[in-house]
């Protein structure tokens, strides 16, 4: 019986998707009204019905934006984009800022994930764009990050990325240096964890010796390959309390990770509850957030999709954000960067009540 429910569910589903889909080219306005009641798939194996597997390619994110009225309650989440705006001009770190502070956005990730590259004329124009706009910067690592290689250059060189992440960031005067750890490269968990974790809490030694006040964040990871379970990373920051060790929570990839599962209230409300008992009170007062829609398979992260095209409950997300007190960033890392976290804030503020 619940499998021919499930079936009629996933019809309804699907014939509503070709309509969405017809207005490829342009992508929707940010006031595109329907946050609210989105239904998470039953926690069962594989992805939700309906969710391409493909990646949507060539769309132009080139629609009207229009602005979130301003809040009557202080906001206690900001948001913001991972990597340049599309409709920033220029296409550049400042250009970044700027047009996020128009959009009455706040937060810019900036996005060093094929190598950190940034002059130190761009990092003096990011910190004076920060300044003048008060929008909060923080910075994504390179992707070719292993802290769990076995070959000692290749070791050292992911050290230097994490490293060097934290330096540019502190160079532009932001904070939370995110990256992923690395693999399990089938070792065994809690050697990797055990590893991972000296690594960090040596880098962090590092930077307090040269006077980096910044942050450093490993993520949450999407597949079940990587290092970086919400455990591990909770398990992680207890054991570096008083050193700058935090987490980046990227709940698309918890969700993902976890095949479909992590996607309700209380689901989320436990996964706060974890980080609250193991990682101590103080991480809810500045939590690094990720967010966007994502597509999965058993084996966990495929791609992230826009909000509205997967079955990202973020709802419910902020409900227990909101039940929970929880001040920070939430970093959109959707591929409609500035439109999706447009409908986060949206979203969130209605239920913050402002
Ligand atoms: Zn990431
Ligand atoms: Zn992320």
């Known amino acids: 019986m619940p499998l021919k429910k499930k079936a009629a569910k996933s019809a309804a589903k699907t014939v509503k998707k070709p309509a969405a889909k017809t207005k490829t080219a342009v992508k929707k306005t940010a006031a595109k009204k329907k946050p609210a009641k989105k239904k998470a798939p039953a926690n069962v194996m594989g992805w939700a019905p309906g969710v391409p597997k493909e990646k949507p390619k060539g769309r132009v994110y080139d629609g009207p934006l229009s602005v979130n009225a301003r809040p009557k309650k202080t906001d206690r989440i900001f948001f913001g984009t991972g990597g340049v705006p599309h409709s920033a001009k220029p296409q550049s770190h400042p250009g970044a800022i700027k047009r996020l502070h128009e959009l009455g956005l706040g937060v810019y990730?900036?996005?060093?994930?094929?190598?950190?590259?940034?002059?130190?004329?761009?990092?003096?124009?990011?910190?004076?764009?920060?300044?003048?706009?008060?929008?909060?910067?923080?910075?994504?690592?390179?992707?070719?990050?292993?802290?769990?290689?076995?070959?000692?250059?290749?070791?050292?060189?992911?050290?230097?990325?994490?490293?060097?992440?934290?330096?540019?960031?502190?160079?532009?005067?932001?904070?939370?240096?995110?990256?992923?750890?690395?693999?399990?490269?089938?070792?065994?968990?809690?050697?990797?964890?055990?590893?991972?974790?000296?690594?960090?809490?040596?880098?962090?030694?590092?930077?307090?010796?040269?006077?980096?006040?910044?942050?450093?964040?490993?993520?949450?990871?999407?597949?079940?390959?990587?290092?970086?379970?919400?455990?591990?990373?909770?398990?992680?920051?207890?054991?570096?309390?008083?050193?700058?060790?935090?987490?980046?929570?990227?709940?698309?990839?918890?969700?993902?990770?976890?095949?479909?599962?992590?996607?309700?209230?209380?689901?989320?409300?436990?996964?706060?509850?974890?980080?609250?008992?193991?990682?101590?009170?103080?991480?809810?007062?500045?939590?690094?957030?990720?967010?966007?829609?994502?597509?999965?398979?058993?084996?966990?992260?495929?791609?992230h999709l826009e909000l509205d095209e997967s079955d990202m409950n973020y709802p419910d997300l902020f409900r227990a954000l909101i039940d929970f007190g929880v001040v920070g960033r939430v970093v959109c890392e959707s591929p409609a960067l500035e439109y999706d976290a447009l409908i986060m804030q949206k979203a969130y503020r209605k239920l913050n009540g402002s």
């Open 109 to 303: 990730e900036m996005e060093f994930v094929h190598g950190v590259r940034i002059r130190p004329e761009t990092c003096e124009e990011v910190m004076a764009a920060r300044k003048e706009t008060g929008v909060r910067v923080t910075a994504h690592g390179p992707y070719y990050i292993n802290l769990y290689s076995l070959e000692a250059e290749k070791l050292e060189a992911s050290r230097k990325r994490v490293l060097d992440t934290a330096r540019a960031l502190q160079a532009c005067g932001g904070d939370g240096a995110c990256f992923h750890p690395g693999f399990y490269q089938k070792r065994d968990a809690a050697e990797v964890y055990a590893f991972m974790t000296k690594q960090v809490g040596e880098l962090a030694d590092i930077l307090a010796e040269e006077g980096c006040p910044v942050r450093l964040d490993p993520e949450t990871t999407g597949k079940g390959s990587q290092f970086g379970s919400l455990d591990e990373l909770t398990g992680m920051t207890r054991e570096l309390q008083g050193k700058n060790v935090g987490m980046t929570v990227d709940f698309a990839h918890m969700h993902a990770r976890s095949a479909g599962a992590k996607n309700t209230y209380d689901e989320f409300a436990a996964q706060l509850e974890q980080i609250k008992n193991k990682a101590g009170k103080a991480a809810l007062a500045s939590m690094h957030i990720h967010l966007s829609g994502i597509a999965y398979t058993e084996k966990g992260e495929a791609h």
